[in-house]
């Protein structure tokens, strides 16, 4: 049975007097894997914070191109681990430490796939984060590797483990409470992309492009809640707002700041998703749709006010039967940890796999259709046309998602 460790009271100063022999519910076992951490930026140290938290695997080495990155992380670090950190000198150092049970490819978004192939090369079990490309034709090669690698290979879309998303797809998916579902809308209203060292995120050629960048997420819960392949696709967008003014290197930033999106189903199933990045706050909702009920889930955070985020799960189901409305999250340690929790959950299943367990995580094939789906929605930005999939597919030369 798992034990419950109640993280908001081991380290309060009403329990310092506490020692180690009688720390049970603040106890946990021996970390039993060493992790190495490749990229120590913004979502890297996330990484490290959240597998400090969880216990189960150690942050054992980090390796970053740039030094200063290094350092930052190493401070950050001491701050939630007495452990010492390996720092490795070169990318092929870092992938080949005997001492290391698995990497974590946290890189920015156009090195993904070079830092990939050598990592494979050790045959450890990989994190990669998301998008896992920012092109198809990486992408692919991904999906082609990893079906024949000896170890595997998760991607970073951990937004299916927010509280909400976790929610919505057991009342939608498990318990059917929506009937069968039709329709899906997602929307994300935030303000604009944050600074990255050397501002890669500001230019589709390094980021993939806003809606494989960010929207990969959405696409992925999107997919994963139509259960088909997609159809079609259409979206309207652009850059209206954000970094119009931005050059680095005399690159003017091309980078797009909102977008309306419709995809069609096989099945059926139509959704939309809405994006806009010149926000004052954040908000998240998806409305899904069956032909027994409605669920919204919400989840709301005022950056302004640094207030703590709402989020909630409504069902709807009019004479149907039981309509209900809840306030859904983890505790407020795990909320705070990175992504609202989701970062945490997202460890748990990279760690229940290393030690051989059977889960559902998204694979490098549920990563690529997410990319399938911005890609297309990109091109029908700048074509003013709507995407058949299917001859999308065929124009890529994407013969690994042929039927």
């Known amino acids: 049975m798992t034990k419950t460790r109640l993280r908001m009271f081991e380290s309060s100063p009403g329990q310092r007097h506490v020692t180690e022999g009688d720390r049970y519910l603040y106890s946990q076992e021996p970390p039993q894997f060493n992790l190495v951490i490749i990229g120590t ?14 216990g189960r695997a150690r942050v ?22 007495s452990d010492t950190l390996v720092r490795y000198p070169d990318l092929q150092s870092a992938c080949n430490d005997p001492a290391a049970d698995a990497l974590m490819i946290c890189t920015p978004n156009y090195t993904h796939f ?14 990669l984060e998301k998008p896992m490309a920012t092109d198809l034709q990486d992408a692919a090669a991904i999906v082609a590797m990893s079906a024949s690698y000896s170890s595997f290979i998760q991607i970073g879309l951990q937004y299916r483990y927010k509280a909400q998303y976790v929610e919505a797809f057991h009342e939608a998916l498990d318990r059917r409470s929506l009937g069968i579902v039709k329709t899906i809308s997602v929307s994300e209203h935030r303000p604009p992309f944050l ?9 589709s050629r390094f980021s993939g492009g806003t809606l494989v960048e960010k929207c990969c997420h959405y696409f992925d819960l999107i997919n994963l809640l139509a259960q088909a392949r997609p159809s079609r696709v259409y979206a309207s967008g652009g850059q209206a707002v954000n970094f119009l003014d931005f050059e680095k290197d005399s690159e003017r930033s091309d980078i797009d700041d909102h977008a309306f999106v419709v995809i069609d189903y096989n099945n059926g199933v139509r959704a939309s998703f809405t994006l806009n990045m010149f926000c004052p706050d954040f908000s998240e909702e998806i ?19 640094q207030a703590e985020s709402t989020t909630t799960v409504e069902i709807l189901k ?13 505790t407020r340690a795990l909320e705070q940890s990175g992504h609202h929790g989701s970062t945490f959950y997202e460890h748990i299943a990279f760690v229940d796999q290393l030690e051989g367990k059977s889960v559902d995580c998204a694979t490098a094939l549920q990563g690529m259709w997410s990319m399938v ?12 046309q709507a995407i058949d999939i299917e001859e999308f597919i065929e124009t890529n030369d994407l013969k690994i998602l042929q039927p």
């Not at 069956?290 to 006010?305: M, R, S, T, V, W």
């Open 195 to 203: 600074d990255k060292v050397g501002q890669w995120n500001k230019f």
């Open 373 to 384: 789906v911005a890609s297309a929605a990109q091109q029908s930005m700048i074509t003013g």
């Open 287 to 305: 409305i899904i749709v069956g032909d027994e009920g409605k669920l919204i889930a919400q989840e709301n955070f005022n950056f302004q006010q």
């Open 114 to 127: 070079e830092v990939l192939k050598v990592a494979m090369a050790s045959s450890k079990p990989i994190f």
């Open 41 to 54: 930026g913004t979502i890297g140290q996330e990484h490290m914070r959240v597998a400090a938290m969880l």
């Open 60 to 81: 054992h080495g980090i390796y970053d191109t740039q030094a200063h990155s290094l350092d930052a992380a190493e401070e950050n670090f001491k701050k939630l681990s």
């Open 318 to 330: 009019g004479e149907l039967g039981v309509s209900k409305k809840m306030d859904v999250s983890y």
